[in-house]
């Protein structure tokens, strides 16, 4: 179903693309236009991995890290992706206090999944997996690309709305509506395009958790994973995601806190609606609900990082926690 939304936005996109572009600048500058947002995103998109994990300070690990926590990260994406039938990725960590995680890469084989310190340090063992398994999701679905050709058209349909700007986009007089209808179009087809965008965004993480919680085998982890995320992220703010707030979609959950929610301008669903597909997931998979899923603000386990000489806060001290 979320395959089929997607597929239906997109067309939606387009056509909006096609009539705005028309409308606007006329068969030139809709070429124009496409030609210069499809040249932007392709170069985004064949150099995003270096570009966000160089951002992010990302820094690559392997089965070999002197910390158990990080050893027993790396081992489960990699088991996991074996299982998803993906090729190996890259796996980082970022240090940061906020637990969060994304992918990135243009394709299965070039792909990374980063997880922040925090979500180390702040998540138990099935809890992290539950999240990996969601960033290994959105690269088995080929969501960079998906992101990247909805961006393009999103940017191009804004390029039209400039050219309309600066050039006055054509003879006003044979347009329907004058100059207040091109006044009209230079205001609310970015706004539309960028509307269907963020739906997009916030289809894909839907498909995501569904896909992510298949591959882990565990719904109800995930659930308890994003609740936990969604109330520290509220609390500890991501600096480098602050500067930089066009990366924010590609986290887990949105790194710019207290700005998540599952509206018309949101590139995120809310977290509740997130747990509450998930847990239904879990009822149909047979999986018995399990204790830990509870609300943020029990989940949510205060703790003060300590930086080590590893780059990863010791993990805080959870009675009978998988970590050892």
């Given at each position: 179903?979320?395959?089929?939304?997607?597929?239906?936005?997109?067309?939606?996109?387009?056509?909006?693309?096609?009539?705005?572009?028309?409308?606007?600048?006329?068969?030139?500058?809709?070429?124009?236009?496409?030609?210069?947002?499809?040249?932007?995103?392709?170069?985004?998109?064949?150099?995003?991995?270096?570009?966000?994990?160089?951002?992010?300070?990302?820094?690559?690990?392997?089965?070999?890290?002197?910390?158990?926590?990080?050893?027993?990260?790396?081992?489960?994406?990699?088991?996991?992706?074996?299982?998803?039938?993906?090729?190996?990725?890259?796996?980082?960590?970022?240090?940061?206090?906020?637990?969060?995680?994304?992918?990135?890469?243009?394709?299965?084989?070039?792909?990374?999944?980063?997880?922040?310190?925090?979500?180390?340090?702040?998540?138990?063992?099935?809890?992290?997996?539950?999240?990996?398994?969601?960033?290994?999701?959105?690269?088995?679905?080929?969501d960079t690309l998906i992101m990247t050709v909805t961006a393009t058209i999103a940017g191009a349909i804004a390029a039209l709305a400039n050219f309309a700007l600066f050039f006055g986009g054509g003879d006003d007089r044979e347009r329907?509506?004058?100059?207040?209808?091109?006044?009209?179009?230079?205001?609310?087809?970015?706004?539309?395009?960028?509307?269907?965008?963020?739906?997009?965004?916030?289809?894909?993480?839907?498909?995501?958790?569904?896909?992510?919680?298949?591959?882990?085998?565990?719904?109800?982890?995930?659930?308890?994973?994003?609740?936990?995320?969604?109330?520290?992220?509220?609390?500890?703010?991501?600096?480098?995601?602050?500067?930089?707030?066009?990366?924010?979609?590609?986290?887990?959950?949105?790194?710019?806190?207290?700005?998540?929610?599952?509206?018309?301008?949101?590139?995120?669903?809310?977290?509740?609606?997130?747990?509450?597909?998930?847990?239904?997931?879990?009822?149909?998979?047979?999986?018995?609900?399990?204790?830990?899923?509870?609300?943020?603000?029990?989940?949510?386990?205060?703790?003060?990082?300590?930086?080590?000489?590893?780059?990863?806060?010791?993990?805080?001290?959870?009675?009978?926690?998988?970590?050892?």
């Open positions: 179903m979320n395959h089929l939304k997607t597929f239906i936005l997109l067309a939606a996109l387009t056509a909006l693309f096609g009539g705005v572009g028309y409308l606007i600048g006329g068969a030139t500058g809709m070429a124009i236009a496409l030609v210069f947002a499809g040249g932007m995103n392709l170069f985004s998109y064949w150099n995003a991995d270096k570009i966000v994990l160089k951002m992010y300070r990302a820094q690559p690990v392997d089965e070999q890290h002197p910390n158990a926590v990080v050893r027993n990260y790396v081992a489960d994406v990699r088991q996991m992706a074996r299982a998803a039938g993906l090729p190996q990725p890259q796996v980082a960590i970022i240090p940061n206090d906020q637990p969060n995680a994304f992918a990135t890469g243009r394709n299965p084989e070039r792909a990374a999944v980063c997880a922040t310190t925090g979500l180390l340090d702040m998540l138990t063992r099935e809890e992290v997996r539950g999240v990996m398994a969601h960033e290994l999701a959105h690269v088995k679905n080929r329907p509506g004058g100059i207040i209808g091109t006044l009209a179009l230079m205001i609310l087809a970015p706004m539309a395009a960028g509307l269907v965008q963020m739906a997009i965004s916030r289809g894909r993480e839907y498909e995501a958790d569904r896909v992510g919680a298949e591959i882990a085998g565990d719904p109800q982890a995930l659930a308890s994973a994003l609740q936990k995320i969604d109330a520290y992220a509220k609390r500890i703010h991501n600096p480098t995601a602050e500067r930089n707030p066009a990366s924010g979609q590609m986290f887990i959950i949105n790194p710019l806190a207290g700005r998540g929610a599952d509206n018309l301008f949101s590139t995120h669903p809310a977290t509740g609606n997130r747990v509450k597909a998930l847990m239904d997931l879990g009822l149909k998979m047979g999986v018995r609900p399990r204790a830990f899923v509870e609300s943020a603000a029990a989940s949510a386990v205060p703790v003060t990082p300590v930086r080590t000489t590893t780059g990863v806060p010791p993990t805080p001290v959870k009675p009978n926690g998988p970590w050892g």
